[in-house]
């Protein structure tokens, strides 16, 4: 089994629209690929709690058989049609992988 974690920070303000609109988006998008592909046991996307002391605003934790795939989730035609928009919103990504 394979952990994989990633944050995001985003732009106060970007594809003309706020960080709220932004991050709602990107919510959703995620949470669209929770079934892309066969493999995937747990995936959660989650956001920052308003009031409380967070250091990113978006978060995607998901645990997947192995990294083949993986390999697969971040190849998926559906995935990389994302990626733009993500980095045109993002200000930071942070990442971590790891083997359970």
Not at 9 to 20: F, V
Not at 58 to 83: C, E, F, G, S, T
């Amino acid at each position: 089994m394979l952990r994989h974690i990633v944050m995001w920070t985003l732009l106060d303000h970007a594809e003309g629209a706020d960080k709220a609109n932004n991050l709602n988006k990107a919510a959703d998008l995620l949470r669209s690929f929770a079934n892309l592909v066969p493999g995937i046991r747990e995936f959660e996307v989650a956001t920052a709690q308003a009031g409380l002391d967070c250091t990113n605003d978006l978060v995607l934790n998901m645990l997947v058989d192995d990294a083949q795939v993986l390999a697969a989730y971040q190849n998926h035609p559906q995935h990389q049609a994302v990626k733009p928009f993500m980095k045109s919103v993002v200000k930071e990504r942070r990442c971590m992988d790891y083997t359970l």
